[in-house]
Each structure stands twice: as C-alpha cells, then as structure tokens.
C-alpha cells in the first residue's frame, strides 16, 4: 500500500505564479483533507472533503482552490501565489468524516518556496 | 471554538531520561484526544491515542491519559531514546455537529531533541 501520496516534495514559485499541488490515497478513504505547518503554529485546516464532489472551507482557506472529482485525489490549487504561502502542505485521509476517534493518515508533505 | 496548548519547546534530554509534554485542550463535548509525532522529513504519523476520559493511550513506551476534569492530554515516556528525536503534536477531535466534518485541531508543537 502507497497509502497517501504527495507531489511535488519541494517546489519554488515566483509571486503570481499558479501550481496545483497533488494528494492522491489508495486506501478508499472517504475524507481528505490540506493543511499547512507553520513554525510555531502547529496545521491549520485549509480545506477538506467528505467525498467526491464535496468540499468544504478550513481554518485558512483564502488563495486555495480543490476539487475531488474522485475518490483517490484530492489536489490543491493556488492561484496567484504570495509570499505568505510559503510553508509545508500536507494531505491527511480518513476512512469516515464523522468518526471523532478516526486515525488520520498523513502524506509527507510538499514544502514550497514563494519568492 | 476547540483549542489545543502544548508545552513550549524545545526540549532536549539525555538518552534514558524521562519524558513529559503537557497538553491541555478546550472543546465542546467530550473529544478525542491524539499524540502525533513527525519525525524529521517526514509527515505525521499517529502516535496514541484516547477516546473517553481516563482512557489511557499508549505505543512505543509512551503513554498519555485523558483527563477530563483537568482537560488535559500530557504525554510520557519513561526512558526516552536517541530515536525518539522528532516533533511531537497533540490533537483533538471534537464530535460531529450539524453539516460539518469531524477536523483536528492541533496544538503547536514540542520538538524534541534526545542526545545519546
């Protein structure tokens, strides 16, 4: 099992640039999720997705767009990209959306630079 | 809203020694409660976890209790290793509420530094 997936690892943007940032699991995984790591603030929520065709706001989702067309992916969208996007993405699934004691497995992470 | 607050780091130890990181929690409801650990590199990955107060979670020689009158979540190990050099999140998990998805939120995070 690949469990959850992440591509790029690392990638450098100039400001305005747009990229889509890839999640994919193989565990058949109803909910899916993006979260950024900033030093000193733990991951905050971005956007999630209780299953194909639904997605839904996080904590910080301004200047982020996803889709899930289908079940395995979950990609991730910046627009027009700014400095204050620099952080560490990471993906994180779950078989039930509704499940409080629910493991989330997490991808390894993207870590992108905005210049 | 749920809120998570964990120990300031870093922490450094000597190998064999013991290990605490507190954690409190604020939620509505009874939450569940998670260690996850990164270690360098890498995503996180769940260490332990506990569903009701007074659960006790435990993998890998550590250990945390669920304390519901003191909402806390604090983690332990009683002889921590060079390998156990990593970053060390707590979590809760708070019940479904109407149109939303069960979301984690974390606290900070305490890196952890074991020198041999």
């Known amino acids: 099992n690949a469990g959850v997936t992440q591509t790029p690892k690392f990638q450098v943007l100039k400001t305005g640039q747009s990229m889509t940032l890839q999640c994919a699991q193989d565990?058949?995984?109803?909910?899916m999720s993006w979260y950024r790591q900033d030093p000193g603030m733990g991951l905050r929520l971005i956007h999630y997705?209780?299953?194909?065709?639904?997605?839904d706001q996080g904590e910080v989702p301004n200047g982020y767009n996803v889709s899930r067309s289908t079940t395995e992916d979950f990609p991730l969208r910046l627009l027009s990209a700014a400095p204050s996007q620099t952080s560490v993405y990471f993906c994180?699934?779950?078989?039930?959306?509704?499940?409080?004691?629910?493991?989330?497995?997490f991808g390894p992470g993207t870590r992108l630079l905005v210049l | 809203g749920d809120s998570v607050t964990q120990m300031e780091g870093p922490v450094t130890l000597s190998e064999e020694a013991f290990l605490t990181i507190n954690c409190t929690y604020t939620?509505?409801?009874?939450?569940?409660l998670f260690w996850y650990v990164q270690y360098p590199g890498e995503g996180l990955q769940l260490l332990l976890k506990?569903?009701?107060?007074?659960d006790k979670g435990s993998n890998k020689g550590f250990e945390a209790t669920y304390r519901k009158e003191t909402t806390s979540f604090h983690l332990e190990k009683g002889s921590v290793q060079v390998s156990d050099s990593a970053v060390y999140f707590c979590?809760?998990?708070?019940?479904?509420?109407?149109?939303?998805?069960?979301?984690?939120?974390f606290g900070s995070g305490t890196q952890l530094t074991v020198l041999p």
């Open positions: 994180a699934s779950s078989y039930s959306p509704g499940v409080a004691q629910e493991t989330q497995y």
């Open positions: 565990m058949n995984h109803e909910y």
């Open positions: 997705s209780v299953g194909a065709g639904i997605t």
């Open positions: 939620a509505t409801g009874y939450p569940s």
């Open positions: 506990a569903t009701k107060a007074d």
């Open positions: 979590a809760l998990s708070s019940p479904r509420t109407s149109g939303s998805a069960r979301q984690l939120t």
